[in-house]
């Protein structure tokens, strides 16, 4: 028990020495003073004795270092905090910017400058002074974010000679800041300002760095910016680069007067398969990386068709329909954008990024060819696959010059009539009022009811409809051979002309030159008849006839749906024709009056011809208009624009309507109250 009681004692003296180490008090003591010491000290233990080591503010330290200690010494308020983090910015941008504090300057500059009140006065001072500012240092203002728009503003509102200073200092480095993401919009500045001098010789420079710069994703808004300034002989240098190697090598044979590949071909003696090798070799790049919305790559690629071969021009075609349908790449986003850019890019990808590449190529003539010959010569299936693409984008197409000849072009070739009637003609039903007011959008609806009319198409148009790639409609003219030969050997007596399968070959061959195989009455008659297009057209005129009857665009089609439309289309809708011819006669019914706010129908510039024009073309509403409107009330109607209703009754091929009008107009015109045009004779006879 000693033993044990002895190894106790000599642990509890082991523990004595720590004990002492906290003062030489005992540790419940120390617990005592611990307990008795506020919270706050206990937590803040190591603060509280590194306070003896603070540094007051005028007494310098033993070693010297005050100026170092000072500088460790962390902010500790918000606002402190937000001016050391704001010092350390100004800092960085100093080491990484070299032009730091002259960009401050100009910025500051820029915002007084680009305000649309300042007074012109002030405003060339402004620019004055940062252009002195930049003296000798453009080239690096050029790239900068930030100064590469007070330097575009400069030479927006800068005197002449000013500009062609700038111009000489940048005409080194121009080829090489078209290439660079900020500076390229300052080459479009300086090219939208510049002389015809300082234009021809940049379109010079450019000579044999047209096809590297239009592979390039910032190059090739340059070449599309230069192609759009550039006259005829210049866009014709531009594209040459294109066409052949002799031609981007050496310089002189570029100029020439003509315009249409073939006839460069035959002019300088090239041969045609370098020169297709050679477009294959440019379009091909630009096909993979899905640059096709410039207007230089539509003209080279509508030239590259009038030349290619067979298996060329189906491979560029095949190519080019995925990318039609394909989403636009001009709005994606990028990871390295700053906010500010990132949300104009956002604004731009909410407006464009749903929009196929197709409806961005129809903005030029050559890119609605493009368009067209694919459409033309694609698959069933890939027409499908247009169809859908467009869907959403019938409206904007419709009301476009150039789209809504897309859409007469879907309307005239495409077979699959369900699905077009699904998507472009369902689209279009809801707009219809719309449509026939509109210059533009009236076209789709006047080639299902009278297509390809030249009242309603220009020549440019029509041609742009009729096109077809050359190799690809061989076939077609071979089997119209075949077909004359049939004829001359059936006029012989040596072939009998059947319905055998040679012929039924001939003449489904000759319909692929339309693009569908399809009877094309049959295709009008789905899409107008059996969709309820005709139905809502023939209610959208009759609930609105006196708005569309003084239009000059509605008008037109009010006629070919009062005649029935070209080939009787319409022929289902008697009672519906009916009805409209009472809708325009109970118009024409109304009194005369001085008062009203819109004048007559049969006063009015455009009624009043669309009125002749029915008489003349349409007995039936001849007859209407007569009982309704115009029985005993001629003398009226003698003097004005409505004369040439009057006269319309005579003038017209039935005899029905002269026998029914005469006997009332013939004494008003005895005694000189209607009198008819000196071009014209109108029988008095019976």
Same mark, same amino acid.
Request: charged share 30%; glycine share 6%.
């Given at each position: ?8 004692g /000599? ?10 180490k ?16 506020p919270?706050?000290l ?31 010494k ?49 405003r ?12 000798g ?18 030479v ?30 300052? =080459? ?86 370098s ?24 003209k ?10 067979? /298996? ?8 080019l ?38 409806v ?8 609605l ?5 694919? =459409? ?12 859908? %693409?467009?869907? %959403? ?16 072009? =879907? ?15 369902? &689209? ?43 190799s690809? /409609? ?6 119209e051979?075949?077909?004359?030969? %049939? ?9 009998p ?12 061959? =000759?319909?692929?030159?339309? %693009? ?8 009008r ?24 009857l003084r ?9 070919e ?34 008062? /009203? ?19 003349l ?14 029985d ?50 109108? &029988?008095?006879g019976?």
């Amino acid at each position: 028990m000693a033993a044990v009681g002895e190894v106790g004692g /000599s642990k509890k003296r082991k523990r004595e020495p720590s004990a002492a180490k906290g003062g030489g008090k005992p540790k419940s003591t120390q617990l005592k003073n611990a307990a008795s010491k506020p919270a706050k000290l206990k937590t803040q233990g190591f603060k509280k004795l590194s306070k003896a080591f603070e540094l007051k503010p005028g007494k310098p330290t033993k070693s010297g270092d005050d100026a170092t200690v000072q500088a460790k010494k962390e902010p500790k308020t918000p606002r402190e905090r937000r001016l050391a983090a704001k010092e350390m910015a100004e800092t960085r941008k100093k080491r990484r910017k070299p032009n730091y504090n002259l960009e401050k300057e100009l910025a500051s500059l820029w915002e007084k400058m680009r305000c649309y009140n300042v007074d012109k006065h002030a405003r060339s001072e402004f620019v004055s002074e940062a252009l002195r500012k930049m003296n000798g240092k453009f080239v690096e203002i050029a790239g900068s974010h930030v100064a590469a728009r007070v330097l575009q503003t400069c030479v927006k509102y800068c005197a002449q000679e000013e500009r062609d200073a700038v111009f000489e200092a940048l005409r080194p480095h121009l080829l090489a800041l078209s290439r660079k993401k900020y500076a390229v919009h300052l =080459v479009k500045k300086l090219l939208d300002h510049a002389s015809k001098k300082q234009l021809e010789w940049f379109i010079s420079s450019l000579h044999g760095h047209v096809t590297s710069l239009l592979r390039h994703s910032v190059g090739s808004a340059v070449i599309d910016y230069v192609f759009h300034l550039a006259n005829g002989s210049q866009k014709q240098i531009l594209l040459m680069e294109m066409y052949s190697t002799e031609l981007q090598l050496f310089k002189d044979l570029a100029f020439t007067n003509s315009g249409r590949l073939v006839d460069i071909i035959s002019k300088l003696g090239l041969q045609k398969s370098s020169v297709l090798q050679h477009m294959m070799s440019v379009i091909q790049p630009l096909l993979e990386k899905g640059i096709v919305d410039l207007s230089i790559i539509h003209k080279a690629l509508t030239e590259f068709f009038t030349i290619a071969d067979k /298996s060329s021009a189906a491979d560029v075609i095949q190519q080019l329909l995925p990318l039609l349908v394909r989403e636009s790449a001009s709005a994606e986003e990028s990871p390295h954008l700053s906010a500010p850019e990132m949300q104009k890019k956002r604004r731009i990808k909410n407006k464009n990024v749903k929009e196929p590449l197709l409806v961005r190529m129809i903005r030029t003539r050559d890119g609605l060819k493009i368009c067209i010959l694919c =459409v033309k010569h694609a698959s069933a299936k890939e027409r499908k696959k247009v169809i859908k %693409g467009i869907k %959403g984008h019938v409206r904007k197409l419709s009301l476009d010059q150039l789209g809504s000849l897309l859409l007469v072009c =879907v309307l005239s070739v495409v077979d699959d009539t369900k699905l077009v009637a699904k998507i472009v003609i369902r &689209e279009l039903q809801t707009m219809l009022k719309e449509l026939v007011m509109d210059k533009n959008g009236r076209r789709t609806l006047l080639q299902l009811l009278h297509p390809q009319c030249s009242r309603y198409f220009a020549p440019e148009d029509l041609a742009c409809l009729s096109l077809s790639v050359p190799s690809l /409609s061989a076939q077609v003219e071979e089997a119209e051979d075949f077909m004359e030969i %049939g004829l001359e050997q059936c006029q012989n007596g040596e072939v009998p002309m059947t319905d055998n399968e040679n012929s039924e070959v001939g003449r489904k061959s =000759v319909q692929l030159d339309t %693009g569908g195989k399809k009877d094309s009455f049959r295709r009008r008659y789905e899409l107008m008849v059996e969709s309820g297009l005709a139905e809502g057209l023939f209610e959208t005129c009759i609930d609105n006839v006196g708005e569309l009857l003084r239009s000059n665009f509605a008008k037109e089609v009010i006629y070919e749906l009062a005649v029935g439309g070209s080939d009787s289309i319409l022929q289902s809708f008697a009672d519906r024709m009916d009805a409209l011819h009472k809708a325009i006669a109970s118009q024409a019914a109304l009194p005369k009056t001085n008062d /009203s706010q819109e004048e007559h129908i049969l006063e009015n510039f455009h009624s009043s011809r669309l009125i002749r024009k029915l008489i003349l073309d349409s007995p039936g509403f001849a007859a209407t208009l007569w009982k309704m409107a115009l029985d005993g009330k001629c003398h009226v109607w003698a003097q004005g624009h409505s004369c040439k209703v009057l006269l319309a009754f005579l003038e017209s091929s039935a005899s029905e309507v002269k026998d029914l009008a005469k006997p009332e107009l013939q004494p008003l015109m005895d005694r000189g109250v209607l009198k008819a045009p000196e071009s014209k004779l109108v &029988e008095k006879g019976g």
